[in-house]
């Protein structure tokens, strides 16, 4: 029998199976497609991922870097409220090829990738938890200590291990120009009801542009309205789900959660490759697949990472509905200069910001 069982071979489920078996575990990873498609993220992420990426793989992911971001309450032409800072915040990277320059580490680890493994059902026993999934030889089962769904928004995993939902799905929808662009700022419009519009330059691999929308609200017309104010030409566009707000419990009896699959992301940006991993070693540092029982300090160990930032990133995003004056006195207010990590809130009270904010002069 296995230790885990990982359902999805993401960033998370990468992340975790190289933990686990660099622990020793027997890990087996099932994928229900090719590693890393299709395509439904930006992959604009803080430096951090460097840290859990294999030092020969950096080179060809890397695509661009961002040292700002300029804030607009309108389009295009609109006023920008730009935030910066010297030296790099952020950088986009081929997201394509970092999932399998996660997976590729996941079994250099020792961990048991397969690809084309769909998985259809869940069921947990007194001892063990048996995982069932259709591979290009048919139909299989197999036998674990535990399951870790690392599926994703619409987590299978969830589902069939009765874990509620995440508090809300947001739709996101993006697109590229293919003309290089090697601009250092992003930009960000407070345009669209409860999330905001991007435009990514990437480097040789073009310009992206996209936002998210809460249920309800049609993002492909606001889509074709925003690459319209640009003027941009979009050679191919996608789509997918950014769940937002955990659910109160991401653990069932031999069954836990990592990543989307248990909204594990920036409420204020959609981000989750991070918080996503971040989790995934925190999975794997304190649960025991032969003792269920060590479940509980899975949850409390991410949510002591992350609880704070996620509450903090609610707020922040609740900002993005309020009237634009006061939008308006908040930028002029934060804009200039920064000192805080993207994937922290709380050092939006930091040290380092409030020196770059009374440095100003
Ligand atoms: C439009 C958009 C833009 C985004 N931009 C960013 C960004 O710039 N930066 C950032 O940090 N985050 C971004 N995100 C969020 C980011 O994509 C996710 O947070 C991240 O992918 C989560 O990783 P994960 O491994 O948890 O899940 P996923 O990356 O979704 O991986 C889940 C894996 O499980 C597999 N799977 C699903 N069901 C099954 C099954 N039944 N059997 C087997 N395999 C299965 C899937 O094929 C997939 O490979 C964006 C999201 C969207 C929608």
């Known amino acids: 029998m296995r230790d885990f069982v990982v359902v999805g071979a993401g960033p998370s489920g990468a992340r975790f199976a190289r933990s686990a078996a660099e622990r020793g575990r027997d890990v087996l990873v099932l994928e229900q497609g090719e590693i890393g498609k299709p395509l439904a993220c930006s992959g604009h992420v803080s430096l951090d991922v460097w840290d859990y990426v294999p030092e020969s793989a950096r080179d060809d992911l890397f695509q661009n870097a961002i040292r700002g971001a300029r804030f607009h309450t309108g389009g295009a032409e609109s006023r920008a409220y730009p935030f910066h800072r010297d030296e790099p915040i952020s950088n986009a990277v081929d997201r394509v090829g970092l999932d399998k320059a996660l997976a590729r580490a996941a079994a250099d680890a020792g961990a048991d990738v397969r690809d084309e493994h769909t998985v259809t059902g869940v069921e947990a026993g007194r001892e063990s938890v048996t995982v069932t999934a259709r591979g290009p030889d048919g139909t299989d ?7 870790v769904g690392a599926d994703g928004p619409r987590s299978r995993v969830r589902s069939e291990c009765g874990i509620p939902d995440p508090d ?3 739709h996101g929808v993006l697109g590229f120009d293919t003309e290089a662009s090697h601009e250092d700022f992003v930009d960000v419009h407070l345009t669209v009801p409860g999330f905001f519009a991007w435009r990514i330059p990437r480097g040789d691999a073009g310009v992206e542009y996209g936002l998210a929308v809460a249920p309800g609200d049609d993002p492909n017309e606001r889509f074709d309205a925003l ?3 640009y003027g941009a030409t979009i050679d191919r566009r996608c789509s997918g789900l950014i769940p937002v707000g955990p659910p109160s419990r991401v653990t069932g009896k031999r069954s836990l959660l990592v990543g989307d ?6 409420p204020f940006t959609g981000g989750g490759i991070l918080y996503g991993m971040r989790a995934a070693d925190h999975a794997a540092a304190t649960v025991d697949p032969a003792r269920p029982e060590t479940l509980p300090d899975y949850e409390a160990a991410w949510r002591a990472d992350l609880r704070t930032e996620q509450r903090l990133g609610a707020l922040v995003r609740a900002g993005y509905d309020a009237p634009e004056p006061l939008q308006r006195a908040g930028m002029r207010l934060f804009s200039g200069e920064i000192g805080v990590h993207m994937d922290e809130p709380t050092s939006l009270l930091s040290r380092e910001q409030l020196r770059a904010m009374f440095s100003r002069g």
């Open 261 to 266: 699959a248990a909204g594990q992301t920036k």
């Open 227 to 229: 690459v319209a104010d």
């Open 141 to 147: 089962t197999y036998e674990a200590r535990m399951v």
């Open 168 to 170: 809300e799905f947001l």
